[in-house]
């Protein structure tokens, strides 16, 4: 019982490695989850849009995308990006791995962000697209300007959700050797574990994580559940207040659901 106690819950290790989490890794694990989670949003909100076009050729290849970033683990993603586009000559952001570490966790985040962006868009409300045909708007400008912005607050909580998963992926970014200032919590308490053989600088990690991600998640099941008291149904589930309907076909209002 010692030994288990002396290798996970060491103090001294834990007071040791605690003020590097909390500065360098704390910082840099939010720089790179905060930087993937906008390139996700930009990329997602594209692919989304792609997503329900009534054309199948712009369809195909956001779907592949979504596809194969979902279906691929993150960590064999963010090593064909971070180890596998420098050694190919391919050097976006010349030596520092910093960059290709947001690029890797953006493009992944973007993949389900899409399918939360398209949930949301397809759950507006078909009048919603009618009104904004009746005062003449194309079919571009009533996505833009009425549907796509309904849409997002539909699933401000799911985003919201991401941001949480982002950070969390952002550990697999050891894999790219960051330099000292740019690592994150999980490479700093790797490199104190690999010196000391002493695994409670996990441990410290795994309670800065913890410290950080809970209180969001109750923040955003909070938000959550205020969002959804404000569309509940007054009138016998009629009005603006009413459950939001899938759209409908193109014929009728020109927007349609992706495959």
């Not at 009534?54 to 279906?71: C, E, K, T």
């Not at 493009?107 to 389900?112: H, M, P, T």
């Not at 569309?231 to 009413?242: D, E, L, N, V």
Request: charged share 10%; glycine share 10%.
């Amino acid at each position: 019982m010692g030994d288990f106690l002396h290798s996970f819950f060491d103090i001294h290790q834990i007071l040791a490695v605690l003020p590097a989490l909390l500065g360098e890794g704390l910082r840099n694990t939010l720089i790179i989850a905060s930087l993937a989670l906008v390139l996700g949003l930009a990329v997602g909100l594209l692919l989304a849009m792609l997503l329900i076009s009534a054309r199948w050729w712009l369809r195909a290849p956001a779907r592949i995308y979504v596809d194969v970033f979902r279906g691929l683990p993150a960590i064999v993603t963010v090593s064909l990006i971070g180890i596998g586009l420098p050694s190919a000559g391919v050097r976006l952001f010349g030596q520092s791995p910093m960059g290709y570490a947001i690029l890797a966790v953006g493009l992944i985040n973007a993949a389900y962000i899409a399918e939360i962006f398209r949930s949301g868009i397809q759950a507006v409300p078909p009048g919603q697209a009618e009104a904004g045909r009746s005062l003449g708007m194309s079919h571009l400008t009533t996505l833009l300007l009425v549907v796509v912005p309904q849409g997002i607050r539909n699933v401000l909580p799911a985003l919201a959700n991401q941001f949480i998963v982002a950070v969390k992926e952002s550990s697999l970014v050891y894999l790219l050797g960051l330099a000292v200032g740019e690592r994150e919590l999980y490479f700093i308490a790797q490199q104190a574990q690999a010196i000391s053989y002493n695994s409670s600088s996990f441990v410290a990690a795994g309670l800065v994580y913890i410290v950080f991600t809970v209180p969001l998640t109750h923040l955003v099941n909070w938000f959550d559940r205020r969002l959804r008291e404000g569309r509940r149904p007054t009138s016998g589930g009629t009005g603006p207040s009413a459950a939001p309907q899938p759209l409908v076909p193109v014929g009728a209002t020109g927007f349609e659901a992706g495959a």
